[in-house]
């Protein structure tokens, strides 16, 4: 078991080439490596400071990734303590990566912070896996985590306290397309997708076409970065299409990698990661703990999340 949390180093030009590439598809390779610069730069306790207070968790939490012993194509975040926290009283988040990839490590900032909100995430990816390969929308690592909740070895690991009846579905981009073809499955409660979006007028993109978000039933919350994320018109298309509850969250500068690297008009600003994260578990906060404060936050005409400068949110079927 570690205690903390252990980032990527980053030492030589072949390995800035190969973590680079983590962030999928029109990711300026320079940009990145600055935001993931200041994100190595960050110790866990950092993000939880002042401005990252998650609403069910206000006080600063540490973080935990580790092996998910049974699940050797995962690595769970989650916080440190277990003891702070009840029997199944951890919901879970299962995250699928941009570009449908197999390492999560150009999302260990975004993902620290969903856990410090009092979340179990089971991330795609082993704990050293370093595949930057792309790959295509499919659904079965989300089913695969899905399946391992429910084993001895999961029981184990988390004494109890993991609430296998709470599931997310999360990822961006590709990822995000995984997601949404998970929530399918009945175990899934809701889903927390970035910057992504089946495909209107998809014919070269078999499989994830825009009629997929008719078989969503669950609340989505999707958040894309405006105009200049390559998602965008793919983000509307679902919101105006889905008859499920759903909130459409528009960050105007934030573009296509921003919400969870930190950037606004290309440009790294932690502010834009901190109120990605935050934004991401008031959600989760009202869609797995039914936390009905911070659905307002939401869904209220004057929400707070309408007042802030970065958003703009829209929803409907609730």
Same mark, same amino acid.
């Given at each position: 078991?570690?205690?903390?949390?252990?980032?990527?180093?980053?030492?030589?030009?072949?390995?800035?080439?190969?973590?680079?590439?983590? &962030?999928?598809? #029109?990711?300026?390779? #320079?940009?990145?490596?600055?935001?993931?610069? +200041?994100?190595?730069? /960050?110790?866990?306790?950092?993000?939880?400071?002042?401005?990252?207070?998650?609403?069910?968790?206000?006080?600063?939490?540490?973080?935990? *990734?580790?092996?998910?012993?049974?699940?050797?194509?995962? @690595?769970?975040?989650?916080?440190?303590?277990?003891?702070?926290?009840?029997?199944?009283?951890?919901? $879970?988040?299962?995250?699928?990566?941009?570009?449908?990839?197999?390492?999560?490590?150009? %999302? +260990?900032?975004?993902?620290?912070?969903?856990?410090?909100?009092?979340?179990?995430?089971?991330?795609?990816?082993? +704990?050293?896996?370093?595949?930057?390969?792309?790959?295509?929308?499919?659904?079965?690592?989300?089913?695969?985590?899905?399946?391992?909740?429910?084993?001895?070895?999961?029981?184990?690991?988390?004494? !109890? *306290?993991?609430?296998?009846?709470?599931?997310?579905?999360?990822? &961006?981009?590709?990822?995000?397309?995984?997601?949404?073809?998970?929530?399918?499955?009945? *175990? $899934?409660?809701?889903?927390?997708?970035?910057? @992504? =979006?089946?495909?209107?007028?998809?014919?070269?993109?078999? =499989?994830?076409?825009?009629? #997929?978000?008719?078989?969503?039933?669950?609340?989505?919350?999707?958040?894309?970065? =405006?105009?200049?994320? /390559?998602?965008?018109?793919?983000?509307?298309?679902?919101?105006?299409?889905?008859?499920?509850?759903?909130?459409?969250? @528009?960050?105007?500068?934030?573009? #296509?990698?921003?919400? &969870?690297?930190?950037?606004?008009?290309?440009?790294?600003?932690?502010?834009?990661? +901190?109120?990605?994260?935050?934004?991401?578990? &008031?959600?989760?906060?009202?869609?797995?703990? =039914?936390?009905? @404060?911070? !659905?307002?936050?939401?869904?209220?005409?004057?929400?707070? %999340?309408?007042?802030?400068?970065?958003?703009?949110?829209?929803?409907?079927?609730?």
């Amino acid at each position: 078991m570690q205690s903390g949390l252990t980032l990527p180093s980053v030492n030589d030009e072949d390995e800035i080439k190969q973590i680079a590439a983590f &962030t999928g598809d #029109h990711m300026n390779k #320079h940009m990145f490596i600055i935001g993931l610069s +200041i994100l190595v730069s /960050m110790s866990w306790i950092q993000l939880a400071k002042a401005d990252l207070q998650p609403a069910s968790s206000p006080d600063p939490v540490a973080v935990t *990734r580790e092996a998910a012993n049974g699940l050797p194509t995962h @690595t769970i975040f989650r916080p440190a303590d277990l003891s702070a926290y009840g029997e199944r009283e951890l919901p $879970v988040v299962i995250w699928n990566n941009g570009g449908c990839r197999k390492s999560h490590y150009g %999302y +260990i900032g975004y993902l620290t912070g969903l856990a410090q909100g009092g979340y179990l995430v089971v991330a795609v990816g082993g +704990i050293n896996e370093t595949d930057i390969q792309t790959g295509t929308a499919n659904p079965a690592n989300s089913i695969a985590a899905m399946d391992w909740l429910n084993s001895d070895a999961a029981r184990k690991q988390f004494k !109890g *306290r993991l609430d296998a009846s709470r599931i997310a579905t999360a990822g &961006t981009s590709c990822g995000g397309l995984e997601a949404l073809l998970a929530a399918v499955d009945s *175990r $899934v409660d809701a889903v927390l997708a970035l910057s @992504t =979006g089946f495909f209107p007028g998809a014919a070269n993109f078999p =499989g994830v076409e825009l009629e #997929h978000i008719d078989d969503v039933s669950v609340p989505v919350l999707l958040a894309y970065g =405006g105009p200049s994320d /390559m998602a965008a018109d793919n983000a509307v298309a679902n919101y105006e299409r889905s008859d499920a509850p759903f909130i459409l969250v @528009t960050a105007t500068g934030a573009g #296509h990698n921003g919400l &969870t690297f930190g950037l606004l008009d290309d440009q790294p600003d932690m502010g834009v990661l +901190i109120e990605s994260i935050n934004l991401g578990t &008031t959600w989760l906060d009202y869609a797995l703990k =039914g936390n009905d @404060t911070a !659905g307002e936050k939401l869904l209220a005409e004057d929400c707070d %999340y309408c007042q802030r400068e970065l958003f703009t949110v829209q929803n409907k079927n609730f």
